[in-house]
């Protein structure tokens, strides 16, 4: 049913541009996905637009159901997901209202479920660049086409929330030389490797965090940037859409994840091959 899979972050619940809409209720055996996946079309690419926290915003980062969401869209036939998250800024030259495409991730989250596998099959992806570059680098060109502020590469950190950082974890960070601080980033793209889907990540600068004397981080401040970035992020999905649909599938992001188990099949939990059967494929 769809190509391109977009998932929306916070301040980003719906797509008005998408044309000939349809709600579709996915089920899947990790339970049921955020929301309803709107599904249409843009620039003639069929696409399924899906809000991670709901689109009545009532899930905590810890609580958005992952495996759900990343199972569904690939039912629907997603071949690549494009992912926008609100985040906070590290770095000076990183302001809010920016949109920074990263390539690296460092995850600090505790307690959420990691991985497809476990419950008798084991496997194990290729995590060394989370991010699809093909796809970082189309969305970083089409922003700067449509001269929307914006940045490549640096490391994003994902915590587990809900409250913001204290200053020391801040300036911690800051120390570690990485750029951007997130809550939703993992394990949605370990999941998306799993599910060999190319993952693209466009992160949307709110804040500083809380290391900048006098822009410390608030739920007020984050809110009124939000609205800037959806307006650019709407405007960059409408433009980037037919162009990475466009783009031939590279690198180990979009390997088949059969060859990662590491048991025969014919010896493996035969009722957990099937739960996840459509992910390996």
Known sequence: MIDIAIIGGSGLYNLEEMKN?????????FG????????????????GFLARHNRKHIYLPSEV????????????????????SAVGSLKENLPPKTLVFPDQIVDKT????????????????????????????????????LKIKSARGGVLVCMEGPAFSTKAE???????????????????????????LPYGFCAMVTD?????????????????????????????????????AKLKRCGVCSETMYASVCAPHKKVNK???????????
């Not at 009722?271 to 494929?281: A, F, S, T």
């Open 32 to 47: 049921n996905p955020s929301d309803k996946i709107i599904t249409g079309e843009i620039g003639g690419v069929k696409v």
């Open 170 to 196: 801040s300036e911690f960070h800051r120390k570690m030389g990485w750029s951007l601080i997130g809550m939703t980033s993992c394990p949605e793209a370990k999941l998306a490797r799993e599910a060999g």
């Open 110 to 145: 505790v307690g959420r479920a990691q991985s497809f596998f476990g419950n008798g099959i084991v496997g194990h992806v290729s995590f060394a660049k989370p991010f699809c570059e093909c796809v970082q680098a189309e969305l970083h060109k089409q922003a700067k086409e």
């Open 21 to 29: 809409k349809k709600e579709v209720a996915v089920k899947t055996p």
């Open 208 to 244: 500083f965090d809380a290391w900048k004397e006098g822009e410390e981080v608030t739920a007020a401040k984050v809110n009124e940037t939000m609205k800037t970035n959806e307006v650019s992020a709407k405007k960059l999905i409408l433009s980037a859409v037919p162009a990475i």
């Open 271 to 281: 009722d957990q091959l099937k739960k996840i059967e459509l992910i390996l494929k």
């Open 65 to 84: 159901p992952y495996k759900a969401n990343i199972y569904a869209l690939k039912k629907l036939g997603a071949k690549v997901i494009l992912s926008f």
